[in-house]
């Protein structure tokens, strides 16, 4: 297999402009070239203003580097966006299972190095779990932490769980008591099966989240986001409301959907509202085509104006009880 060619980014440009007839001429495209790079900006976002027939890539006529530029900007603020809302979900959930937890181990005078409140998960025992808490921890270094481990010799479960990385919560989660997660399902009306003591839809709805945080906090698209799928998602009331039959992709529609539990009514409108108005921008910048490609790629309902779409994610306001926690 022969190595890529490198091309210097004066034939680059030329590339750009005589083979893809992606227009770069002024000042200010060459220098977002130079400060983004080809690869990020051309490769990254080149194919919504293209046609793929038979193998054969033909570009829209009078595309400029412009528009492309625009859907980068356009995917770092959604970024930027979604970031603020899924690390208030992560807090927020570590929070509430960090009561709980800290609670009843006060009560019963147990503490969370216990290996014994730990339930092995197929190769996740005890040990295992507590050996990826600690690594976590040691990896901080953050004053609160020093001083809880100088003055007391013990965190408790609600500052141990500010260490933790969303994965590690989650994982947490999953292998502690059934009660927690129940309380937690309870609390953000996320359906289980208490039969079978089958929380697993809580944090499947939590991993793709999570996945969603990782693609951010490495600076990948979102726009084209697909999540691992997973047979123990399930279709909340949200999902049926937008006109889903069935969960068939797991792309950034379904991620918003499943954020919508977490989010008390009033703040998801806003976040909404936040990611509607960078459409408007969008909209505005591009050759239409390219729009609706990009709507497709996000998940959106393309047999409907963009904004019916994400107006409709607005209808039925969640509704969060935090009072019933206490």
């Known amino acids: 297999m022969s190595a890529k060619e490198f091309l210097p980014l004066s034939d680059q440009i030329k590339k750009l402009n005589n083979e893809k007839h992606i227009e770069v001429k002024n000042k200010k495209s060459k220098e977002y070239l130079v400060r983004n790079g080809y690869f990020n900006l051309v490769n990254g976002y080149k194919d919504y203003f293209c046609r793929c027939k038979k193998g054969v890539r033909t570009y829209f006529s009078n595309v400029k580097i412009d528009e492309l530029k625009a859907i980068m900007v356009f995917d770092r603020n959604l970024r930027k966006i979604i970031f603020k809302y899924v690390t208030q979900i992560e807090e927020e959930v570590g929070t509430i299972f960090g009561y709980l937890f800290e609670k009843d181990l006060t009560s019963n005078k147990l503490n969370w190095g216990d290996m014994a409140l730990y339930k092995d998960n197929k190769t996740k025992t005890g040990r295992e779990m507590l050996s990826r808490i600690y690594g976590d921890v040691s990896k901080r270094s953050n004053d609160y932490l020093r001083h809880y481990e100088e003055k007391h010799s013990y965190l408790p479960s609600w500052i141990m769980i500010k260490a933790l990385n969303f994965g590690t919560l989650i994982k947490l989660i999953s292998n502690t008591d059934d009660k927690y997660k129940q309380r937690l399902c309870d609390l953000y009306q996320v359906s289980y099966n208490s039969n079978y003591n089958d929380y697993r839809k809580l944090t499947a709805m939590l991993s793709l989240i999570n996945a969603l945080r990782n693609n951010i906090a490495h600076s990948e698209r979102i ?30 529609v379904d991620t918003l959907l499943y954020m919508k539990m977490f989010i008390p009514g009033s703040e998801y409108k806003h976040f909404i509202n936040e990611i509607v108005n960078e459409f408007d921008t969008l909209k505005s910048s591009i050759h239409n085509n390219a729009f609706i490609k990009v709507c497709k790629s996000i998940g959106l309902d393309t047999t409907k104006n963009y904004k019916c779409s994400l107006r409709n994610f607005q209808t039925l306001p969640h509704k969060i009880d935090y009072i019933s926690v206490i």
């Open 223 to 252: 726009i084209d986001f697909k999540g691992r799928m997973s047979n123990k998602r399930t279709m909340t009331k949200y999902h049926y409301n937008y006109g889903y039959t069935k969960i068939e992709r797991e792309t950034l």
